[in-house]
């Protein structure tokens, strides 16, 4: 079964930088980033093709994070810049094996890594 495992999160001053990476230990198609604050619902953030040829993001986050992915290691970047109190949550990434195309619906994809916590406080 695939797996993923997320990194680089941590505590950070509004407008700073954060890039997490999640690696998987396989092939995969699309991968999407998601989000959860304590007491709300996993929300999409981004995603990326299986090329990285077509990504999409929330509006929430639209011009401060780039979404980018090494084929040659697995592996997918998310680099949050400008981050705001708002986008302290738990990261995750998951990714499909079957399916093209991104999307920010959970149910599109099939594996999930198990978080990483992102905090932005002064």
């Known amino acids: 079964q695939l797996q993923l495992v997320e990194s680089g999160g941590g505590l950070v001053q509004p407008g700073g930088s954060l890039r997490l990476s999640c690696a998987a230990s396989?092939?995969?198609?699309?991968i999407g980033w998601f989000r959860q604050a304590p007491g709300k619902e996993r929300e999409g953030v981004s995603c990326i093709t299986s090329s990285g040829s077509s990504t999409d993001f929330a509006d929430s986050v639209k011009g401060r994070f780039i979404v980018s992915r090494d084929n040659a290691k697995n592996t997918v970047y998310l680099q949050m810049n400008n981050l705001k109190p708002e986008d302290t949550a738990v990261y995750y990434c998951?990714?499909?094996?079957?399916?093209?195309?991104?999307?920010?619906?959970?149910?599109?994809?099939?594996?999930w890594g198990q978080g990483t916590q992102v905090t932005v406080s002064s």
């Open positions: 396989g092939f995969t198609l699309s």
């Open positions: 998951a990714a499909t094996t079957r399916r093209l195309g991104c999307t920010p619906a959970l149910a599109w994809y099939d594996s």
